[in-house]
């Protein structure tokens, strides 16, 4: 159990460390190249980055609670793959405006709400 804690919130600190990089990066090296419209898209996707990364933490943590640890797994890894896709998308659209990009985004979407959804089942199947 420890093992699989440990890895969640290793995985929720890496991310929250290119969350700040990429922030930063937002704000700093690219800034101007942005644009209004592009400064906002990708301020989103940092956003969601960061509550997602929270999201991780919170499921590394509720481990120990869990009837059945898979469903909480299977939350944080869905939000991973939505802060890839759905920050990443945002993030890669307002820097090269490929349209594409939007395309990706709806799915990261998708995989944030199956992570919370997950997040909800393992919480409700909880030791007592």
């Known amino acids: 159990m420890k093992e699989k804690q440990i890895r969640l919130l290793l995985i929720a600190a890496v991310i929250g460390f290119l969350a700040v990089a990429l922030g930063a ?3 700093h ?3 101007e190249m942005l644009g209004e419209a592009g400064r906002a898209q990708y301020d989103l996707g ?3 980055a960061f509550i997602h990364v929270f999201a991780i933490f919170a499921a590394g943590f509720a481990l ?3 009837g059945n640890v898979k469903y909480l ?3 944080a890894g869905f939000f991973v793959v939505g802060i890839v896709l759905f920050s990443g998308s945002l993030m890669l659209l307002a820097l090269s405006q490929r349209i594409f990009f939007a395309m990706v985004t709806p799915l990261g979407g998708l ?3 199956l ?3 997950f997040f909800i089942y393992g919480l409700r199947a909880t030791k007592t």
Request: charged residues 15%.
């Open 25 to 27: 990066f937002g704000a």
């Open 29 to 31: 090296a690219v800034k």
């Open 46 to 48: 940092v956003r969601y």
């Open 64 to 66: 120990p609670l869990a």
């Open 73 to 75: 797994n299977r939350a």
């Open 111 to 113: 995989a944030f709400l």
């Open 115 to 117: 992570g919370w959804g």
